[in-house]
């Protein structure tokens, strides 16, 4: 079983809709849960970082389930600028541990 | 808002030659780590750095790799002896809190 599973898409979706992405994790040591958006060729930046009550940061909201071993993202109102491929990242202590991504693409 | 910086954005070289990929990460970092990305792939873990030491590596940094802080700014990471397969995006990062914070990547090429 994969350590960090995504749906790789591609997703998608006209300007202004709502994108929801799934994540699992299969180590239940996991004590920090991010995810991070990666665009083509650069490095991952920091979107969020998930916490056990549920985050929202304007359009995004996240949330934890640690009894699943699950976390997802959502994206309100999405903008062209959101298309990238979105990373669920999980630290289970000390090193993070990379999904594969899951591919956004906000169509005009 | 300082950012970590890495040189050079694009490094090519010969198969079984040294490279030195370079990093500066932002002051307030205590925790420093390397990460690759073949191209395709998600991206692994190498290396964890602290105290001038290595923290954690994984199975894929081997004696071919090594990391050190030679002057308490830059961080590098040095492979002795390149493999095709090493071409990939290497990224640092360091960590504030529980969060990490990635420069813009090294791409090596290996011919």
């Known amino acids: 079983r994969k350590e960090v599973e995504q749906d790789p898409g591609p997703f998608n979706v006209p300007e202004g809709a709502t994108v929801a992405f799934n994540c699992t994790y299969s180590n239940s040591a996991s004590q920090s849960f991010f995810w991070y958006r990666q665009d083509c060729r650069k490095e991952p930046k920091l979107l969020m970082s998930v916490y056990s009550s549920g985050n929202e940061d304007g359009r995004f909201t996240a949330q934890l389930n640690r009894a699943s071993q699950y976390i997802s993202l959502l994206i309100r109102d999405s903008k062209l600028s959101d298309s990238a491929t979105y990373l669920c990242?999980?630290?289970?202590?000390?090193?993070?541990?990379f999904g594969s991504g899951t591919q956004l693409t906000v169509l005009p | 808002e300082p950012e970590v910086t890495q040189t050079p954005s694009h490094q090519v070289t010969q198969m079984g030659q040294e490279v030195i990929l370079r990093c500066v990460p932002i002051s307030n970092h205590l925790y420093f780590y390397w990460y690759r990305q073949i191209l395709g792939q998600k991206v692994e873990f190498l290396v964890s750095?602290?105290?001038?030491?290595?923290?954690?590596k994984s199975e894929i940094f081997d004696d071919q790799f090594s990391v050190e802080r030679p002057d308490g700014s830059n961080f590098t990471l040095k492979i002795r002896s390149t493999k095709l397969e090493d071409s990939a995006m290497y990224f640092c990062a360091g960590r504030t809190g529980n969060e990490q914070f990635f420069g813009p990547g090294t791409r090596l090429t290996v011919l």
């Open positions: 750095f602290y105290n001038n030491e290595i923290s954690e």
């Open positions: 990242v999980v630290n289970p202590p000390g090193q993070l541990t």
